[in-house]
């Protein structure tokens, strides 16, 4: 039965529909596409379109778009850097990316707005359909099995406002990428893990004379003030990352393991750290280019299964963020990358028996891959949550530039996955004995 005021557009049907066309839903989408499946990728907005944030991408995430094939020119807006610089304790510690077969020793900075529209493209030029405008808002399941066979959408127009009118797309299988909160997730019953950390990210853009910088820049004491009027350290870091254009993206990230969480004003937070910067710099509110903005960093498989009932979960909306620094763009294009490699592999079955066992897989494949890592990035999360701990971390590890380095390659994941040096075959042994969970 129809509601008044509201139109139906006649239903789409595909292979796959992919819900979100962040990172995460278009590696999917092009690696799909290439395959030989006929994929619809569902975006709720229109692009270009802004994102939350640091825009900055380690050497983990620029192997993912090599793999990918999307080509990354200075002279087309990629802006290439070296390494980190850390800044804390008094000291000042400029840290190059490891040198190892595995990765490319180097990262890049794009802003979100520019970047998932390239990925986006990308999809469609090998064969996805995009649909922009599309929210979806429901599952459309299986009367029989409850399992998800298709997606309930409304059309959002130009202003980014619904038209009233009401969308259906139906598939044998429904991938979510539709982020931290992913609404089709909790369609399908599937919500969050509560004793997984979570990180809230704030960030604005500056015009500034470091807009050109080539190394990426954190800061690791941030402070806040609890109700007694004591300071207490922060678990996290400000960033600095120069954008090329004029602008610098400066923001915090912060975890939810210290008890200050949840009662700290972020954006005040960042508001007083970018005060104590140098006035050359430009960052100011005279500077600023729009408000801040925050966001959530859902970390270390907060929501699981990653596959049941014909619902697959890739990048944020499966948890797939690094606990030890935030970073969520690498991973969710990983996790797209491993993704299309069940699906494909399920799809080639000639009998619904036969691909669904392919497809109960992908959690296994997902914790074979990053679990054991995101497990010890869980400790990690909760030992830094004691101000005291995180404050030792800042006196005594910043001095010393070797563990630095090597703490480098641990926190951003990029330990060569062939041998390597004494610490890449720890890293390696300790992500695949650790238990995943």
Known sequence: ??????????????????????????????????????????????????????????????????????????????????????????????????????????????????????????????????????????????????????????????????????????????????????????????????????????????TSPRHDDDYLESWLELWTTDPSGKRVLLPGYGWIFGVGDGTSNVGLGILNTSSAFGRTDYKDVMRQWVATMPEEWTYNEETITGPIRGAALPMGFNRQPHYADGLLLVGDAGGMVNPFNGEGIAYAMESGRLAAEVVAQAFARTDDAGRERVLQTYPRVMKDALGGYFTVGRLFAQLIGNPDVMKFAVRYGLPRKTMMQVLLKVMANLGDEHGGKLDDRVMSVLSKVVPAA
């Not at 259906?168 to 919500?191: C, F, K, Q, T």
């Open 1 to 206: 039965m129809s509601l008044p005021g509201l139109s139906h557009a006649p239903d789409e049907t595909a292979d796959v529909i992919i819900v979100g066309a962040g990172p995460g839903g278009s590696a999917t989408a092009a690696y799909l596409a290439m395959a030989g499946l006929d994929v619809l990728l569902l975006e709720k907005t229109h692009f270009p379109r802004e994102k939350v944030c640091g825009d900055g991408l380690t050497p983990r995430a620029v192997r993912e778009l090599i793999t990918l094939g999307i080509p990354t020119p200075e002279n087309d807006g990629w802006i290439k850097n070296k390494g980190l610089r850390i800044i804390g304790g008094g000291m000042r510690l400029q840290l190059d990316w490891p040198d190892v077969a595995s990765f490319p020793p180097y990262g890049l900075v794009r802003t979100r707005q520019d970047f998932d529209d390239i990925l986006a493209r990308h999809a469609v030029k090998h064969g996805a359909r995009l649909r922009e405008g599309v929210n979806v808002n429901g599952a459309i399941r299986d009367e029989r099995t409850g399992a998800i066979i298709g997606v309930e959408a409304k059309e959002m127009g130009a202003d980014e406002r619904p038209t009233g009118r009401k969308l259906a797309y139906h598939a044998p299988l429904v991938i979510a990428a539709d982020g931290n909160s992913s609404r089709l997730s909790l369609a399908m019953g599937r919500e969050k893990r509560e004793d997984r950390p979570m990180g809230v990210a704030v960030r604005a853009y500056y």
